[in-house]
């Protein structure tokens, strides 16, 4: 339909705060630039159903949940990945490296022929945590959601409060990462949140965690349980960290494409009739002063997976 190869597998490891890009960590070139409209004029797309292709191979998703508009300080990334094993486009950075406050980000595009995507983020304003809302709310009437808990093991004691010497504080952070479809429809979506206390801006003296995992009801999804994952804390209390992943497998997305697009999503899909699998790790990392630090893992392969775009939040206190 488009005379090139459109759509191949892409996986991207990236941290929220940084907008996974840390220097010297990834293998990454970044451009950044004003949050702007896409000037490029589209080629036959698929626009009535959020999407739309440039002449030069870009693949715009136009159902973002929060868009420019939502944001202050909007800013738009523009990242350069390497060719992956299978001809995944891969993009990876490891958890932020500097604290993280609060934050959105949203894919707007990809494209597969040069190994790039943009993205767009910023601080949510009022506007920007209305439409959040309201896609939360559609969402939670239309799918399950699964929560899970956990804590370190052991757990130490927490020293006698009596003592004059010690002062104790507390404090809560998430990470939240899901995939959107070209209807605008939240498909799955996996939270970590993170509860941590400490001694004296010293050491962590306690931590648990929640990991919320959600899917849309009436698709064909199979998934196993959720990891769940400490680091640091207790055998290094100088921070705790909590990871959670989850894979999400569904058999029924291509066909719906199809049914929907008709020949256009055959010939944009590739009629590779494969599952289409979606990996979620969000992680947080909390410090005895008070401090958080985000990151993500995530993957997007087989049918039509690349009509899916990406989404990021994160902030103080916790998500579902």
């Not at 406050?101 to 209305?130: D, H, I, M, W």
């Not at 985000?294 to 997976?305: D, I, K, R």
Request: aromatic residues 10%; glycine residues 12%; charged residues 10%.
């Amino acid at each position: 339909m488009f005379g090139f190869d459109l759509f191949k597998n892409r996986v991207s490891f990236g941290s929220a705060a940084a907008l996974c890009f840390v220097v010297g960590t990834c293998v990454t070139t970044i451009s950044n630039t004003p949050a702007v409209a896409a000037s490029a004029a589209p080629v036959p797309s698929s626009s009535s159903l959020g999407i739309s292709v440039d002449a030069k191979g870009w693949i715009r998703y136009n159902t973002g949940l929060v868009g420019a508009s939502g944001l202050s300080n909007a800013l738009t990334t523009t990242v350069k990945g390497a060719p992956g094993v299978g001809g995944a486009c891969v993009f990876s950075s490891p958890i932020s490296s500097t604290p993280a406050t609060a934050g959105y980000s949203e894919e707007t595009a990809f494209n597969p022929k040069t190994c790039q995507e943009t993205v767009e983020s910023g601080t949510l304003n009022a506007v920007g945590r209305v439409k959040l809302a309201a896609a939360a709310q559609s969402s939670s009437e239309v799918g399950p959601v699964t929560t899970v808990s956990s804590s370190p093991s052991p757990q130490t004691s927490r020293v006698a409060a009596a003592a004059p010497a010690i002062t104790y504080a507390g404090t809560s952070a998430f990470e939240k990462i899901a995939y959107i479809d070209p209807l605008g429809i939240t498909i799955s979506s996996l939270t970590a949140n993170l509860n941590w206390h400490w001694y004296n801006a010293a050491q962590i003296q306690e931590a648990n965690g929640g990991a919320v995992s959600y899917k849309f009801v009436w698709d064909g999804w199979s998934t196993p349980g959720v990891g769940q994952t400490w680091y640091g804390y207790p055998g290094v209390p100088s921070y705790t960290e909590y990871s959670v992943t989850q894979t999400f497998t569904n058999t029924d997305f291509e066909k719906l494409l199809i049914k929907l697009m008709g020949s256009a999503a055959v010939a944009i899909c590739g009629g590779t009739k494969a599952p289409a699998v979606f990996y979620l790790n969000p992680m947080v990392k909390g410090v005895p002063n008070g401090y958080y630090y985000v990151g993500h893992n995530n993957s997007a392969t087989g049918g039509c997976s690349d009509l899916v775009h990406f989404n990021e939040n994160h902030g103080n206190g916790s998500s579902g």
